[in-house]
């Protein structure tokens, strides 16, 4: 079956999101770092830390899936992500589905926002809340999504070790028969220095999946290379644990700092 297009223009909305963001050249400071764990980029984990201020980034993780029932997802999420204001981070991101396996939210447009209250100290962990809604632009979805992410970053020795935890509430804005209205997923993660340009990243996480009495759990293993101060590459590979939990999963990831109007 032919895979259904995004609705016209959705992805020119990431092009265009850039040219409204500030003109100047960012700072010194404003530039792709290795350190910052993104979504999917190639893990799930994500720390407590926003982008450098006044960061401009483009991001994208393709990656491919082989779903518990034999069948492959490939998904393509390009994201613009901007760092406006101190401890805040933006995202704009609209991801597309492919494959044979189900490509419901192909096409959505997802808005979403981070704000960090806190750098570590010698007690607490840095702390941050994130937000993001799904708005059904695409294929198959009605209502809005809305997921709700408590992140939780702790340094465990003096060379960059450091533990990271992901608390997500999600809720359905109009869930279809046999489908869950709420459901909740965490992540437990590490990261680690390999060298002075590469990270390795690893995660377990487990999810309430869409559909109701499904639940899946995924262990993860990446690595993040710093190639200059404005790109950083990135690849992982999952294993699903549980028969309801897939098969297996490769994720690549680019990440591109904007130091100029267009690209």
């Known amino acids: 079956m032919r895979a259904p297009r995004p609705r016209g223009g959705v992805l ?3 092009w265009a999101a850039a040219a409204v963001s500030p003109a100047a050249t960012p700072p010194a400071a404003a530039q792709t770092d290795h350190y910052n ?3 999917g980029l190639p893990t799930q984990i994500e720390d407590a830390y926003p982008t450098a201020y006044r960061n401009r980034e483009l991001q994208i ?4 899936e082989r779903t518990d029932t034999g069948e492959d997802r490939f998904l393509l999420n390009p994201r613009l992500e901007l760092g406006p204001l101190r401890n805040t981070q933006l995202g704009i991101t609209v991801p597309v589905l492919l494959g044979s396996a189900d490509q419901t939210g192909s096409g959505d447009i997802q808005v979403d926002a981070l704000y960090n209250f806190n750098v570590e100290g010698l007690t607490w962990p840095a702390f941050s809340l994130a937000a993001r809604a799904d708005f059904p632009t695409g294929t198959g979805r009605r209502g809005v999504d809305t997921e709700l ?12 070790d450091r533990l990271h935890l992901n608390l997500v509430y999600l809720r359905a804005g109009d869930p279809g028969p046999g489908e869950r209205r709420d459901r909740y997923a965490a992540v437990l993660g590490y990261s680690g ?11 377990l996480l487990r999810e309430q999946e869409r559909e109701a009495g ?7 293993l990446g690595v993040r290379r710093q190639i200059t101060p404005l790109l950083v590459l990135s690849l992982g590979v999952g294993a699903g644990i549980g028969d309801e939990s897939p098969d297996f999963r490769v994720t690549a990831g680019v990440q591109r700092t904007l130091t100029f109007l267009g690209f």
């Open 193 to 203: 220095r390999l060298g002075p340009d590469m990270i390795l990243v690893a995660d």
């Open 149 to 160: 992410k408590v992140l939780l970053t702790r340094s465990i020795s003096n060379r960059l």
């Open 61 to 64: 993780g393709p990656q491919y």
């Open 37 to 39: 764990l993104e979504e």
């Open 12 to 14: 020119r909305l990431v």
């Open 214 to 220: 499904i639940e899946s759990n995924i262990l993860e």
